[in-house]
T-cell receptor, first 112, second 117 residues
């Protein structure tokens, strides 16, 4: 069965710190891995990764995928209090690319 | 602006009552989804639909029902058979049935918080 495991479950840091969130997975036929940020309500899309070793970057956030070791990381540098949120990882497989498998999320709390 | 609208934001259910959560999108997306979110458990898939008049059960479909009569709309009914309905419900949509559209990310509504009276 396809599975997504995120770690840590929660994390507390101070502004300016750098954090690394982990997402490991098991999937029969990998298609894509996605990262979302959820503050109070709707998750918002951050990155989609399909190829190993290619870093995606947006401002202070970056993400990379390792299809051999079956994991992805999300890095946030120079954290700000606005980065406080739950970060969700999801994946799709080739057999049913419209079905998204979500992890339980990492809750990040950035203190001033 | 294009997006997904869920209503109501808050909903209370009495024992033995069925309630329906609304989800409407104007993104022209083929696929729509319902998720349940409990504290510390991420998103669990209830039902999804890849095209009008078709839908599939997700991982926790028992006690729920859906319909997809129009592309824009995917209402979720929480029936009296769902014994623990208190949760945050999220609706999402994504473009295409697959192929070149299969890699599009999901867009989410703002959710409905359902509680038992």
């Amino acid at each position: 069965e396809d599975k997504v495991v995120q770690s840590p479950l929660s994390l507390v840091v101070h502004e300016g710190d750098t954090v690394t969130l982990n997402c490991s997975y098991e999937v029969t036929n990998f298609r894509s891995l996605l990262w979302y940020k959820q503050e109070k309500k709707a998750p918002t899309f951050l990155f989609m990764l399909t190829s190993s070793g290619i870093e995606k970057k947006s401002g202070r956030l970056s993400s990379i995928l390792d299809k051999k070791e079956l994991f992805s990381i999300l890095n946030i540098t120079a954290t700000q209090t606005g980065d406080s949120a739950v970060y969700l990882c999801a994946l799709t497989n080739l057999y049913n690319f419209n079905k998204f498998y979500f992890g339980s999320g990492t809750k990040l709390n950035v203190k001033p | 602006d294009g997006g997904i609208t869920q209503s109501p934001k808050y909903l209370f259910r009495k024992e033995g009552q069925n309630v329906t959560l609304s989800c409407e999108q104007n993104l022209n997306h083929d696929a729509m989804y319902w998720y349940r979110q409990d504290p510390g458990q991420g998103l669990r898939l209830i039902y999804y639909s890849q095209i009008v008049n078709d839908f599939q059960k997700g991982d926790i479909a028992e006690g729920y029902s859906v319909s997809r009569e129009k592309k824009e709309s995917f209402p979720l009914t929480v029936t009296s058979a769902q014994k623990n309905p208190t949760a945050f419900y999220l609706c999402a949509s994504s473009g295409g049935q697959g192929g070149m559209f299969g890699n599009q990310p999901q867009h989410f509504g703002d959710g409905t918080r359902l509680s038992i009276l």
